[in-house]
């Protein structure tokens, strides 16, 4: 292993950049990112540590820090095609989706078989609503595809072009190749569950989510009574509030696969409003900081944090609200509640065995094991119903409950409703959701670009006779 100078204090660089990577992969983002500013400080024109802080920044709320890291360290490495990548990712996040594929468009002059940024760019393509600039590209290389991620991709978005027996063709050719490896087939069994799905083809499709579920294995609910134990009434009276307006911000919460994602593109089509997508800033604040240490400085250092990550991504003045619908937030309402005042909050909700089955047939990440069973998603269920009825007893803001099944029923009226809520006037706009150019990086990402639509209403019956035991434990919901 080479040793750096002295700037390094004689450590290994391979041992620190192997640290971080670990670290990184852990998701401890925040230990990962305090080491490699030290590291920098000490050999600042360091490219592979230029990249990965780079990398780290734009993973969390750092996405305009990281484009500065990444400029410099393509400047130094102009020939290496993984920077581009993570400038593409950086720009992404900061909703500029032209510089993104100009970044992309860069790597690929390097390496025009570069597996990562064309997997990126035909994502991008989709994001965007043009699945079938993506499906083009990938197909243009399905030649270099050895370890099966274009044969996903190409599930994907032949799905969403309804080109499903192309895309089952494909996809179960990739699934007869030994040498996959079982990540890889996890996310070849989803492709191919949703694409049966597609057909109306049920028993093959719940055969193959089935599959691709018990390859990762799934791991109990949260332990919600623990949790909402130190979120009692006198204890959040008792936590300090931010100094500051928050009225720019407005929460989307619920269960995933409830509506999140419609929802924010709805509102995200004002013109006075936009959408950040699923931010990770209320998690890492909340576990940065236990309720019994926050101090009026350090809930309004948080609260700072919060507020310049909506800047970042909206820095006009037009841009009256910025919604951010990670559906998880719900759980950390109590610690928001005071984090940011003046917020708006839309709470979706989804028929129970509806919702439930949406997450089973998703490939959420390590954060989401739950989702790998239907019962233990029947169970988180329960938890988040609970956890809602407390904060509602025990916290003075409100929160407006925005149901699927009648959002998609009778759009205007509701759409009307999710609008007076957050304190803006009703726009056409907000009924052609599809049609907005703001990319989508999530589960849904095929479905907002559609007009709403009722076809996922009532899903679960298709799969009855295969949901039992989930079915039990919903009864009554």
């Not at 734009?58 to 410099?72: Q, V």
């Not at 044969?151 to 799905?159: D, E, K, P």
């Not at 204890?235 to 994602?261: C, F, H, K, N, Q």
Request: proline content about 5%; overall charge negative; hydrophobic content about 35%.
């Amino acid at each position: 292993m080479t040793q750096v100078g002295t700037g390094f204090g004689g450590t290994a660089r391979g041992e620190i950049i192997h640290r971080c990577s670990a670290l990184l992969d852990a998701g401890q983002y925040k230990v990962a990112i305090a080491l490699l500013r030290e590291t920098l400080a000490k050999n600042p024109t360091d490219p592979a540590v230029l990249h990965m802080l780079g990398f780290a920044l734009s993973s969390t709320d750092g996405a305009r820090e990281s484009l500065r890291h990444l400029k410099f360290a393509a400047q130094l490495q102009p020939h290496n095609p993984d920077i581009y990548c993570g400038l593409a990712e950086a720009h992404r996040k900061l909703n500029q989706v032209r510089d993104a594929h100009q970044a992309l468009d860069k790597a690929l002059k390097i390496n025009p078989s570069f597996g990562r940024a064309i997997s990126f760019k035909a994502l991008l393509y989709q994001s965007s609503g043009n699945a079938a600039m993506g499906l083009e590209l990938i197909k243009a290389h399905m030649d270099a595809d050895q370890d099966a991620m274009f044969s996903v991709l190409y599930g994907q978005l032949a799905r969403q072009l309804k080109r499903n027996s192309e895309g089952i063709d494909v996809v179960t050719k990739a699934l007869e190749r030994p040498e996959i490896p079982r990540t890889r087939r996890e996310e070849l069994n989803f492709a191919l569950g949703h694409l049966y799905d597609a057909e109306g083809e049920y028993d093959k499709a719940f055969e193959c989510f089935q599959r691709g579920n018990t390859m990762a294995g799934e791991q109990p609910p949260d332990d919600f009574d623990a949790h909402l134990a130190k979120y009692t009434k006198d204890i959040i009276e008792g936590m300090p509030t931010a100094e500051v307006d928050a009225s720019r911000a407005v929460l989307i919460v619920g269960m995933p696969r409830s509506g999140t994602t419609l929802t924010e593109q709805i509102i995200a089509s004002h013109p006075k409003a936009g959408g950040v997508g699923e931010s990770p800033v209320i998690n890492e604040i909340v576990h940065a900081q236990p309720t019994d240490g926050l101090t009026q400085p350090v809930i309004n250092a948080h609260a700072q944090r919060y507020l310049g990550m909506l800047r970042d991504a909206f820095a006009e003045e037009k841009t009256t609200r910025v919604c951010d619908k990670m559906p998880e937030n719900y759980i950390y309402l109590g610690t928001v509640s005071r984090l940011l005042p003046g917020a708006h909050y839309i709470h979706c909700v989804r028929d129970a065995r509806d919702t439930c089955l949406s997450i089973y047939f998703q490939r959420f990440g390590p954060n989401l094991q739950y989702a790998r069973g239907l019962e233990t998603c029947a169970r988180q269920y329960l938890g988040y119903l609970k956890t809602m009825d407390h904060w509602r007893d025990v916290l003075d803001i409100s929160i407006l409950d925005s149901r699927y099944e009648e959002l998609t029923a009778d759009p205007e009226p509701h759409v009307r409703e999710l609008l007076e809520h957050i304190g803006l006037e009703f726009d056409s706009a907000c009924m052609e959701h599809h049609k907005n150019k703001q990319s989508v990086h999530t589960a849904s990402i095929g479905q907002v670009r559609q007009p709403i639509y009722k076809s996922s209403r009532e899903r679960w019956r298709n799969y009855e006779k295969h949901i039992g035991p989930m079915l039990e434990i919903l009864e009554g919901v």
